[in-house]
């Protein structure tokens, strides 16, 4: 059946009023996606611009690239060897290559600052300085230049800079990769053993580090259990002429016996501190052992000897003995050491006696497979990248320095105009 003329022309009407509503409304939005590009368009200028002018460093640098990959594309193309779009893709990479090179000698720069707040003097020669022997010391030990940087800071808040540095950061970062830890863990347990005793200086960091290895090598424990206990027995120790090697093999023998670092460290401090104030029985003792003081017979035996001594005094009773210290934390460790501990306590000390240079050792083996030789090259490229980014950056910080003026003064004029655009 035939649509009526008068029905068709009143549809016809309707239909041609919603298209026109319809194209208002899309002129409408497409007015207002135009206002808000150019308001975008006009933002974007005015970061890369000066007052309505491209920076003369910018517009340098910009017109550097355009002439470098115009050659570039012109001699690929006269070779035959790639195509226009290869040249493009290529230089993209080169730009993404570049951009990852400056944020990485950002993130280094913002590490050394860090460092900077802790020097004196000439600081910006000094951070200069430090920086690249923290960058040449990642490539020899494949240890990140983060992890370092750390280290770095954490030894000059220990020690104060001065020329033996980077050759701590470098003995500690080495003992770290030894030990499974991380430079700082190190630099902290190293830095408690060796102000304890009293030398600071590289030598006695190395045998600290030797001895810090041995002990997580024969006992059971880690670096940074005994960085978080061990300085609360060491001054005491070093106080009463306990040797190092032998403290140490006290840490090998109890640790995993009579409990982790920290129970250890109690358990030994409690030991020592009935040396240091012994109780009328001990000094009785002591004095019947034939020595004036606990300090005196720690110096002439040594910690173990004492004991055993102290125990034969005791007609070989070991609770008599532990009785004497009046402490269930003393009587804890002095149990294993005079007991069934007795023979890995004379070994271990032994073998602490022997350990110089087991950490270097302990160092090379950890780094002799194919993984660490390839994470060494990837390290070592990855602080290449560093290092050209920090030959960049000078020219972004000059730019930055003449634009920020300039950019605070555009702030509220562009802030105004996203506004109106909206």
């Not at 309505?52 to 690929?76: A, D, E, F, M, N």
Request: glycine share 8%; hydrophobic share 45%; proline share 2%.
């Amino acid at each position: 059946m035939e649509m009526p003329l008068v029905d068709f022309w009143t549809e016809f009407q309707e239909a041609a009023e919603d298209a026109e509503k319809e194209r208002q409304k899309a002129e409408k939005q497409n007015a207002h996606r135009r206002k808000k590009r150019m308001a975008r368009e006009k933002t974007m200028k005015a970061t890369v611009s000066i007052g309505g002018v491209i920076h003369p460093s910018l517009q340098r640098t910009l017109s550097r690239v355009h002439k470098s990959v115009g050659s570039l594309v012109s001699k690929y193309k006269a070779l035959g060897a790639i195509t226009l779009t290869g040249a493009v893709a290529g230089a993209a990479a080169l730009g993404a290559v570049t951009a990852k090179s400056v944020g990485q000698a950002i993130e280094l720069q913002k590490e050394m600052s860090n460092v900077a707040t802790l020097l004196d003097g000439d600081v910006h020669k000094r951070v200069g300085e430090l920086q690249k022997d923290v960058l040449d010391l990642s490539d020899t030990t494949s240890v990140f230049t983060s992890d370092l940087t750390n280290g770095l800071y954490e030894t000059i808040s220990a020690f104060g800079d001065n020329e033996e540095t980077i050759k701590r950061v470098g003995i500690a970062a080495k003992a770290a990769k030894a030990g499974n830890a991380t430079t700082i863990e190190s630099i902290r347990l190293l830095s408690a053993v060796t102000k304890g005793y009293g030398d600071t200086s590289a030598a006695a960091m190395e045998k600290a580090a030797d001895m810090s290895f041995q002990i997580v090598k024969l006992g059971q424990t880690t670096f940074p259990d005994l960085a978080a206990s061990m300085g609360r027995v060491v001054p005491m120790a070093a106080a009463m002429h306990i040797k190092l090697e032998e403290l140490s093999g006290a840490y090998a023998t109890l640790t995993g016996v009579t409990g982790g670092a920290a129970e250890v460290s109690t358990q030994l401090r409690a030991v020592i501190q009935g040396f240091v104030k012994p109780s009328k029985e001990m000094a009785a003792a002591i004095k019947q052992s034939g020595y004036k003081s606990g300090q005196a017979m720690l110096q002439t035996l040594g910690l173990h000897k004492s004991l055993l001594l102290l125990k034969k005094g005791c007609r070989g009773n070991a609770l008599a003995l532990t009785s004497l210290f009046g402490s269930v934390e003393s009587g804890t460790a002095i149990l294993a050491l005079v007991g069934a501990q007795s023979y890995n306590m004379a070994a271990k000390t032994k073998a602490m006696f022997e350990a110089s240079g087991i950490a270097e050792k302990a160092y090379a083996a950890q780094m002799d497979n194919f993984a660490a030789k390839w994470a060494k090259i990837v390290n070592i490229a990855r602080n290449f990248m560093t290092k050209i980014g920090i030959k960049i950056l000078p020219l972004l910080e000059r730019m930055a320095d003449k634009a920020l003026p300039h950019v605070i003064n555009l702030s509220e004029k562009l802030v105004k105009d996203l506004d109106s655009a909206g």
